[in-house]
């Protein structure tokens, strides 16, 4: 479902979704960053408007304008979406924007720092002895090393009911 809130404050949005992922030492409750994002989307919601003003970085810019000409070299299917706010159809206050989406997947278009870049990079490393080896090998590792980018994924593939995703 497309557009019900204007606006990612006082949500939980696919961006932040990996806080709630993680737990405390027991592995039975909400960790550190959870809880805070838990608090911190309440306050929103209580002031009507963001906690923390922030200016988007040069890393953000950039991948903002390039967005569209990397959807320009994707093949016709691929659907560009950034600018659309998908609202979960049960749950109200969970939020995503995903950047592309096709009739099969949903997609996030990344530009990170070419450090990040490198190890994201070794993730999928193309090593592996066997097809299956690989993809099971690297969609743990993806998700142990950069879990804010596999639930970002993970939870914009719920809100546009897609069950592939592409980074």
């Known amino acids: 479902m497309e557009t019900k809130p204007k606006h990612r404050y006082g949500n939980f949005t ?4 990996w806080k709630l992922m993680t737990t405390g030492k027991d592995k039975s409750q909400f960790g550190k960053p959870a809880l ?3 608090q911190e989307t309440r306050w929103e919601r209580r002031l009507g408007r963001p906690i923390n003003v922030t200016k988007d970085s040069n890393a953000t810019l950039w991948g903002k304008l390039l967005e569209p000409m990397v959807n320009d070299l994707l093949p016709i299917e ?40 490198m190890a994201l990079l070794e993730i999928f490393d193309f090593k592996a002895k066997y097809l299956t080896d690989l993809y099971k090998n690297s969609v743990e590792a ?11 994924l993970v939870s914009n593939g719920v809100l546009v009911n897609r069950d592939k995703a592409e980074l």
């Open 36 to 38: 805070t994002y838990i």
């Open 78 to 117: 691929y659907r560009l979406v950034s600018k659309t706010r998908f609202q979960h159809p049960e749950i109200e206050n969970w939020s995503g924007m995903p950047d592309l989406i096709t009739p099969n997947l949903v997609g996030d278009i990344k530009c990170p720092e070419p450090k990040a870049f």
């Open 14 to 17: 696919s961006s932040n979704i």
């Open 142 to 152: 993806f998700k142990n090393e950069s879990p804010d980018y596999y639930w970002q």
